[in-house]
């Protein structure tokens, strides 16, 4: 199974080897976005774009923001509805955003980015540009090259790429590393890359864990403003 080629909606429907627990469901927001919210990084209306299961979009609505929810996966929305009915949630193509067009003040990428190929995120960031307003922030986390190899990955993504796809449109003021929490114990996700990947899962050993025991994953951390033009 290539991880390039992962069915998200067959991901959460559980029709895979993976099963029903995802490393980044973790059936709360991702603690690194509960630090933007906590430091004021989010205002006006909210675009929570591959927002899955919607714990992070569930966050945001819960501080008075006006959030919508976007993911390709129609049973991701369908689950999310049911975990945050007070949120707008929709199924939508990332890299078109039809009908969304100048809708937003911030938004949040919470792992999409690196799960696009690079015409892919080409397109990703020309839509965003249409769906916000001048001025807009965005918040993006994606994976970096320092994630070892037998991590279930799509695409590991250079600061390089970051600056010159997202810096087309949009002023990067922040881009620096930082982990992301998965949902998994190494345990468990060593089994999980056992049942997707032909690969041995070894190198997996050397990621650290918080304090509950779970995996964190090298990230990019950005922080990008929308140009005015």
């Known amino acids: 199974m290539d991880v390039q080629d992962v ?3 067959e991901l959460y429907q559980g029709a ?7 490393p980044w469901d973790l059936g709360a927001p991702q603690p690194a976005v509960v630090a933007l919210a906590d430091a004021g990084e989010f205002t006006g209306d909210v675009l929570d774009i591959g927002c899955g299961l919607g714990d992070n979009s569930a966050l945001l609505a819960s501080r008075g923001l006006r959030v919508t929810g976007l ?19 929709a199924v939508a193509d990332a890299t078109k955003l039809e009908g969304y067009e100048g809708r937003f003040d911030t938004v949040l990428d919470s792992a999409l980015y690196h799960c696009l190929s690079e015409e892919q995120r080409r397109a990703y960031l020309a839509a965003l540009t249409r769906a916000t307003r001048p001025g807009a922030t965005l918040h993006l986390f994606a994976f970096s090259p320092e994630v070892p190899d037998a991590f279930p990955a799509p695409y590991l993504i250079t600061e390089a790429n970051l600056r010159e796809t997202v810096g ?15 949902s998994m114990t190494p345990e468990e996700l060593r089994q999980s890359v056992r049942a997707i990947l032909d690969q041995d899962p070894a190198a997996l050993t050397e990621l650290d864990t918080d304090a509950d025991g779970r995996v964190l ?5 950005l922080k990008a403003v929308r140009s005015a033009g």
């Open 71 to 89: 993911d390709g996966a129609p049973s991701a929305i369908e689950q999310a509805r049911t975990r945050a009915p007070g949120v707008t949630f």
């Open 217 to 221: 994953v090298p990230v990019w951390q």
């Open 16 to 22: 895979t080897p993976m099963g029903r627990k995802m």
């Open 168 to 182: 087309q449109d949009w002023t990067i003021e922040r881009l620096e590393p930082t982990v992301y929490t998965t």
């Open 7 to 9: 069915d998200f909606e």
